[in-house]
């Protein structure tokens, strides 16, 4: 499960968000909406992403398409209600069993490079 989560009291469309992004580097490398997951190491691929639509009804809608190369994603986020928490699920196969579960404060467990996102996150 992968969780992005709108803590302001205003519903976005795409357009809104990537106007929001263009104001915090109008000059520099071209921000998007849209969130990219890589997967960290060799082993294993991304089976299939589903956007939950029970769980999302209503909060907002978001393209998932899984990378030609099995192990990327890209989400593509056209509407997120204010306040809404989105859920879309990944599905993987090929993965070193660690006998454990994978709780969301592991993320060095998780298959993605989250330091990617968060480097990017913090560049500003």
């Not at 302001?8 to 106007?19: K, V």
């Not at 879309?88 to 060095?108: C, H, M, N, P």
């Amino acid at each position: 499960e992968f969780y992005v989560v709108n803590l302001h009291g205003d519903e976005y469309t795409r357009d809104e968000l990537n106007q929001l992004l263009r104001t915090l580097a109008p000059d520099e490398r071209p921000l998007s909406a849209d969130v990219r997951l890589w997967m960290k190491g060799n082993e294993g691929v991304i089976d299939s992403v589903v956007f939950d639509s029970a769980f999302n009804a209503g909060k907002g809608s978001v393209e998932v398409e899984l990378g030609d190369d099995t192990r990327s994603v890209e989400l593509r986020f056209e509407r997120i209600a204010q306040r809404a928490i989105i859920r879309v699920d990944l599905y993987f196969s090929g993965l070193l069993d660690l006998g454990v579960t994978i709780r969301r404060t592991a993320k060095v467990m998780v298959p993605f490079d989250y330091e990617r996102l968060q480097d990017g996150c913090l560049e500003f």
